[in-house]
């Protein structure tokens, strides 16, 4: 009870000319009310592909081939597309990394916010008045609403795309790689608006980044991905204070450290390719600690302590 999101068991595959890739493999989790959720993995392990099905819209020649995403009971992935159009949008929305995926840089910012709002049924002038407390909300004078989006700066536009993609109050908001694209320190300022946003607002926050510094520092809870598949999930002080997975690991002892001399260790080799997976664990050619099993035999998620989940054989000793 009390989650507003939960996804079961999802699987995602693009069916491409050169083969299939198991882009998402099975993920599950939950998402309360207000939490941050961090899904955090190298460039390919799926969490572009994972946000895309939360919303029900992987593009061609993707596939979701089995799972539910209930989105406060009700599965997004039986919706017709007139219903979906509603609940995207209103009830969960993303926020991209490009903000030029959700604004057309043409056309006045003031004309896409209100359409985007009077699409989900908002007459014309409560359109206007609502696209004005967002734009007010995310810390932007309202003269940028008369702007057109490339005359805007690229912390700017993320905070229209932020200011629509919380316009409706939806449950979940998904920020995928939001501040990549930014500078460090507009990177800090966007960060915090979304902590303000998410407090006041009360709304869940899904946010995908490569980078675990970030999701330890933002989130309530973290999910590492890697080749598609959950590695290890917890929430971020049980993370860490003990940190189970292998990759996990490797993740944090790439990042680089205050004081620390030398360059961070990283982790050698490359990600699998997903046409192709490997063997038993899909990290085992990379994994410092793999075995005979690991190549012969896939982990299943399991719950090492509560609420803490690590896919890996060797789990419980590799403390
Ligand atoms: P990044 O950090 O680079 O954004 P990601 O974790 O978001 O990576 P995805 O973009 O979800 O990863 O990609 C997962 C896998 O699916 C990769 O192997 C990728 O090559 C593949 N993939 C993604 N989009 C498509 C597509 N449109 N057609 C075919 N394969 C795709
Ligand atoms: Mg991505």
Redesign the pocket.
Known sequence: AGHVLEVEDLW?K?Y?MSGV????SGVSFKLRRGEMLAVV????????????ALMNMV????KIVRGRVLLGGVDLLTLMTEELRKVRGSRISIVF?DPFTTLDPLRRVVDQFTEFLMEHGLDKATALRVAREYTEAVGLPERVLESYPHQLSGGQKQRVAIAMAISLSPEVVIA??PTTALDVIVQKQIMDLIDDVRRKYKSSFIL?T?DLALALERADTVMV?YG?YVMEYADKSELVRDMRHPYTRALLESLPRLGQRGLPSFLPGY?P???NPPSGCVFHPRCPLAREKCRAEQPQLVEVSKGHYVACHYAGVVK
């Open positions: 995602v693009y491409t890739v198991h882009a998402v993995g190298e460039s390919g392990s799926g969490k572009s592909t994972l946000a895309y593009p061609k020649p993707g990394q995928d790689e995908i490569h991905m598609g990600p390719d997903l046409r």
